[in-house]
Structures are given as C-alpha cells and as structure tokens.
C-alpha cells in the first residue's frame, strides 16, 4: 500500500468552477499535509500546508483534512487557465523523523 | 526562484559512467532533503541532511548512491555505475524548522538522461 494515494486524473474544470482534489494517506499518526504545485518542466512549489483538523484557507485555496478518514483535500475556487498543473500531496507520517512522502500527483487542466 | 540552486540543470550520461550533482541550499536553511522524480510520479525520497551530518536514507537507495554535505551549507549527489534506470529529476530542497514552519523550498532540478 501505497503512502500517499491520489486520483492521478486529469481532472478538467472550466474556468471559474471549484475544483477539488483529494488526497489519502496510510499512516494515521500522520501529523503534517502539503500540497504544491508542479508545472511541467519545474519543481514543485508549496502552496498550502495544514496540521490540524478543519479547513484553512488562503485566498482561493482551501485546504481541508480530516485525520479520522485519513483524507486530505485542496479546493481550489475560481479556477483560472494558470492554475493548470499537477497538484502533489505530500505526507510527513510519525516516527519517520523529516521523511516527506508524495503521491504521483493529480493533473489538473483548467479550460476557458 | 527560491533561492536554491542545483548545477548542472542538465546531464547526459553513458551508461557506466559516474555523475555529481551540486545543490546549493538557502544560507540559513539546516536541513537539506534529495528527490528523484519520475515522469508521472511524485519526488522520491532519497536523503536528508541536517547540517552536515545525513540523519536518514531511504532504504530504496542503491549503494551506487552516496551524497555528502562536508561543511554543512552546499551538498552534492553522486552516483556510480550509471543506469538506464537512474534517468529521472533530481531535487533538492532546504528547509529551516522555525517556529514549527516545515515548508521546503525544492531547487530547479537537476534532469538525468542515461544513454
């Protein structure tokens, strides 16, 4: 079983809709959750990170975790063109000191 | 630009053959992590360094692999022996643990082909 586990897409929105991308994880001590950004060709680039139960917020992005069904998500509102990238989840799980464990990414188009 | 740099962006190879990559992390950043990255799959975990000292290692890393990090601030990733199978992104990424903050900042990478 895999660490981290997404939906790798693409996942398609048009331009101003929500889109929402989820993210499970295996360890259930489990403690911080990141999502960055990766456009083709770059590295990635953190957007949000989140620690506790709930939703936090910023700007257009919402992240939300829910440690008791081991889920994370990203809610991106107001979707625009330049937010076409894979979006990577990445766990840092207990008792494995600074390892970060990501999942393969989900590819997300925003159209016009 | 995140302040961290990698040198070279590129590298071609012959299979057999040795390659060093250098990653120059933000100054004042103690931790320094190395990824490799397939295409279609996120970074793996390959090693972290606090200071000069490496504290973990993946247990996926082939002994061909060996990074060092001498002074504490710039560290380089060598692999031997090279394989068609290396062929990836190599990323290195700085962190500084600052009032709880865990963010990393990964550098421009380093891609790999091996012929």
Not at chain 1, 98 to 111: C, E, R
Not at chain 2, 10 to 37: A, M
Not at chain 2, 79 to 106: H, P, V, W
């Amino acid at each position: 079983q895999k660490e981290v586990e997404q939906n790798s897409g693409p996942l398609s929105v048009p331009e101003g809709a929500i889109a929402s991308l989820n993210c499970t994880y295996s360890d259930r001590g489990s403690q911080s959750f990141f999502w960055y950004r990766q456009y083709s060709g770059k590295s990635p680039e953190l957007i949000m990170f989140i620690y506790s139960n709930g939703d936090k917020e910023d700007g257009r992005f919402t992240a939300q975790l829910n440690k008791a069904s081991q889920y994370v998500s990203l809610l991106i509102r107001d979707s625009q063109p330049s937010d076409s990238a894979t979006y990577l989840c990445a766990v840092n799980p207990s008792g494995t000191g600074n390892q970060f464990y990501f999942g393969t990414g989900t590819s997300l188009t925003v159209i016009p | 630009d995140t302040g961290v740099s990698q040198d070279p962006r590129h590298k071609i190879t012959k299979r057999g053959q040795n390659v060093t990559f250098r990653c120059d992390p933000i100054s004042e950043h103690n931790r320094l992590y190395w990824y490799r990255q397939t295409l279609g799959q996120g970074p793996e975990f390959l090693t972290y360094f606090q200071n000069e000292a490496q504290l973990e290692k993946s247990r996926l890393l082939s002994d061909r692999f060996s990074a060092e990090r001498p002074k504490g601030s710039f560290s380089t990733l060598e692999i031997q022996r090279t394989e068609q199978g290396d062929s990836a992104m190599y990323l290195c990424a700085s962190r500084k643990l600052a009032g709880g903050l865990n963010e990393q900042f990964f550098g421009p990478g380093t891609r790999l082909t091996v012929l």
